[in-house]
């Protein structure tokens, strides 16, 4: 008897799991971060693992669509969510389990014993049975929470998306904008060195030259205000992607700003609506969440009906043997578990509310996002005529010049009307493009953004940082 209970205790010890301390090293962590680069080898099989082309390696160029996958994998916002994945599905186990059998056992001691021993060994089981179906509601109740947190994957990598399709587009733009500033800074520049020789002629007096110098003075300061907001793009950039700014070096980073998908224009804002109130991540996750809020309440009514313990008992009174049989049960009568149904009726009632309050606020998004889509469109488009207009201007100056009608400050008078109306096109479409993006969120349509599937395909282990191959 003896050994056989050795050998269950031992058993039971040796299934235990046992403490691994993981202690956090700042230093380490910090230096990890600090030394990411889009070169990393862990970053190359995860293009791997999402059927991504990584025969050039490491790449020279970089679109949206490529450093989405690399946010996707760097982001460090994204390991919160799916951390907190990870615990809401190791929830589900802790709700599947069945509550363990009790064992007392003991000496007991007979002070009247007469011709035998005072001794009376006994041993107690006690089994619980759970009734009306709790644990089924209870593992009901955390597959949802782990439902829901799964969703906000899905809605964090839209968050990751968002941001650094943003910053990408403002580098780009800041960037095309600098560029044309430098060429009309040195149109304007010309302008003014014809006016200074015309002034030096007496042609003109110098009073004539100051709006020329003026609009001089004015490009330099807007080539200025463009080389900051290009410097601010890129750090931002390096932030959406969670790599160090000082990564983005030594690489070229790509976005066509005239880029729209054919199927947003024949968007209607009822389609819009529609599309976003049945797929969005977030009001899958508030579906899920109502549906917990729904298991609990189930679980807090099944509680009013007690639990039954079967026990069984084992005595050696005097040499005899005796073996008895019950079963235990709460009796209900102080309470029926009022207090926690009305808690769960309430939180179901606040899920119900918040859920409301979402689809109101999705519906107001969509609405905006697309009426500032549809104008920002139409701005693109009268932007795109003026450029026109002024290159048929130009070419108009450049024959009138050539039959010597015209005088070389007009034509680069001309020159710099081009040069201005192109600026004023790449704001345009700027705009246009941050409207879209806007437009895009507010739907979560995947129209140029197709990595979400896997980042919520996979096991919630799976993208555990300490897999990562980081320098």
Excluded at 348 to 373: C, G, K, N, S
Aim: hydrophobic share 45%; proline share 5%.
């Amino acid at each position: 008897m003896r050994a056989r209970l050795l050998i269950v205790l031992v058993g039971v010890i040796s299934g235990c799991v046992h403490y691994t301390p993981k202690p956090l090293a700042p230093e380490d962590t910090a230096r990890q971060l600090e030394t990411r680069t889009l070169t990393d080898n862990g970053l190359r099989k995860f293009f791997e693992s999402i059927a991504s082309e990584t025969s050039h390696w490491p790449r020279e160029s970089w679109d949206l669509g490529e450093l989405t996958v690399a946010a996707l994998y760097f982001q460090p916002s994204l390991e919160v969510v799916r951390a907190e994945w990870s615990a809401a599905s190791a929830g589900i186990q802790t709700a599947r389990a069945r509550p363990n059998p009790t064992l007392t056992a003991g000496p007991g001691y007979n002070f009247n014993a007469s011709g035998f021993t005072p001794w009376l060994p006994f041993g107690n089981l006690e089994w619980p049975i759970e009734t009306a179906g709790k644990r089924r509601y209870r593992v009901a109740h955390a597959e949802h929470l782990s439902d829901s947190a799964r969703l906000k994957i899905n809605t964090t990598a839209w968050q990751i998306r968002s941001r650094l399709r943003s910053a990408l587009v403002d580098f780009v733009a800041a960037s095309e904008r600098q560029t044309l500033l430098s060429d009309q800074i040195a149109l304007q520049g010309r302008a003014v060195g014809l006016l200074e020789q015309r002034a030096a002629t007496g042609a003109i007096s110098i009073p004539e030259i100051t709006p020329a110098r003026l609009a001089l003075q004015k490009l330099r300061q807007d080539e200025s205000d463009a080389r900051s907001q290009r410097t601010e793009a890129r750090a931002r950039l390096g932030e959406a992607v969670g790599v160090p700014v000082v990564a983005l070096d030594d690489i070229m980073l790509i976005f066509d700003l005239s880029a729209v998908p054919a199927e947003v224009s024949r968007l209607t804002a009822r389609d819009a609506r529609r599309q976003a109130l049945l797929e969005r991540a977030d009001i899958l996750a508030g579906l899920s969440d109502y549906a917990a809020s729904q298991s609990a309440l189930q679980l807090e009514i099944a509680k009013q009906y007690p639990d039954v313990r079967l026990a069984s008992g084992y005595q050696l009174d005097n040499g005899e043997n005796k073996w008895t049989l019950g079963i235990g049960i709460e009796l209900p009568v102080l309470n029926r578990n009022q207090g926690p149904i009305a808690e769960a009726e309430a939180r179901r009632a606040l899920a119900a509310v918040r859920f409301e309050a979402l689809q109101a606020t999705i519906i107001a998004e969509v609405d905006r996002a697309v009426a500032v889509y549809r104008t920002a469109a139409d701005i693109v488009t009268q932007a795109g005529e003026v450029v026109a207009v002024q290159h048929q201007q130009l070419r108009s100056v450049e024959d009138q010049f050539k039959a010597g009608a015209a005088d070389g400050l007009e034509l680069v008078n001309a020159q710099i009307e081009l040069a201005s109306s192109k600026i004023a096109f790449v704001i345009a479409e700027a705009r246009m493009q941050q409207a879209f993006g806007s437009l895009v969120d507010a739907v979560q349509d995947p129209w140029d953004f197709e990595q979400l599937a896997h980042v919520t395909s996979s096991p919630p282990d799976e993208h555990h940082p300490s897999d990562r191959v980081v320098p």
